[in-house]
């Protein structure tokens, strides 16, 4: 059924930029979307979300300035620019779907379809 598929995650050097993708499935209707990450031994955060037309975006203060989110509903494709990468970024990052509202919320209990995740570790 409905799957998405996070990729571009692993090493990158303090300071440098990476560049995540969350590609969902054929037959995959995708609202609200947004990344979230969780880092050992913490519980997972919102990092950003994004509305369906990709008009809306939010941005925890962690990363504001820093990351962009951006999508491309006709390639069923999510993406997170991550800018001046700091350690404290190390995580796993998940990508989320909503198909209870295409707004770019912050509630985890909103989003329904999630991704493996993909690992991003930040040398220091």
């Known amino acids: 059924q409905a799957q998405l598929l996070e990729s571009g995650g692993g090493l990158g050097e303090a300071g440098g930029p990476l560049r995540l993708s969350c590609a969902a499935s054929?037959?995959?209707?995708?609202?609200?979307m947004a990344w979230f990450r969780q880092a050992p031994g913490k519980e997972r955060e919102l990092v950003a979300a994004?509305?369906?037309?990709?008009?809306?975006?939010y941005y925890t203060d962690s990363v504001k300035g820093r990351f962009t989110v951006s999508r491309d509903n006709a390639k069923r494709t999510m993406y997170l620019r991550l800018n001046n990468l700091k350690p404290e970024d190390t995580a796993v990052y998940y990508c989320?779907?909503?198909?209870?509202?295409?707004?770019?919320?912050?509630?985890?209990?909103?989003?329904?379809?999630w991704g493996q995740g993909t690992q991003v570790t930040v040398s220091s």
């Open positions: 989320a779907d909503s198909s209870m509202t295409n707004t770019a919320t912050r509630s985890s209990s909103c989003y329904d379809h």
């Open positions: 054929a037959h995959f209707i995708t609202y609200g």
């Open positions: 994004l509305s369906w037309s990709g008009g809306d975006r």
